[in-house]
């Protein structure tokens, strides 16, 4: 985010002196032209020798001018770039949290689905434990009575042989 906004800042910036410079050009070349219009007017005396001198600054304003769109065109290309990375830079974050989400759901999925496999397990074995302590109690019922006959039997007997 900080790149994203020190980029535009930059980009900002150059388009900034871009237009100052472009804007310095045009006033360079307006006081070239008020200077051409006065030595057109002056020309009588210093004809040749000033018109060579205008002649040569134009040339030295074109070759300026030249070098001065090439910069301006190298700082633009220079932009795009930047933002071709930074959006590919944004496409790549988005699909890595993409997946970092998917991947966290996925975890919770399965955790949410080991913890219900293990209280479904837990409560079939206390469903488990629940029958066989309701059978041992039921045999302990039903051996309780044997011993309650065998005692009266016992007792009975005890009875019968005194």
Partial sequence: MREVEYQEKVAEKATKEAALSRLDTQVKMDKRNQALVQAKQTKNMVANSLVTKVNAE???LAI???LIHRRVANMLDV?????DALSEMDKALKQRLTSAIRRKELANDKKQENESALANYQEHEIEKVVEELNRLNQETWENSNVVQEILKDLEHLTDTLK
């Fill in 79 to 83: 932009e795009d770039r930047s933002l």
């Fill in 64 to 66: 300026k001018m030249e």
């Fill in 58 to 60: 134009k040339d030295v």
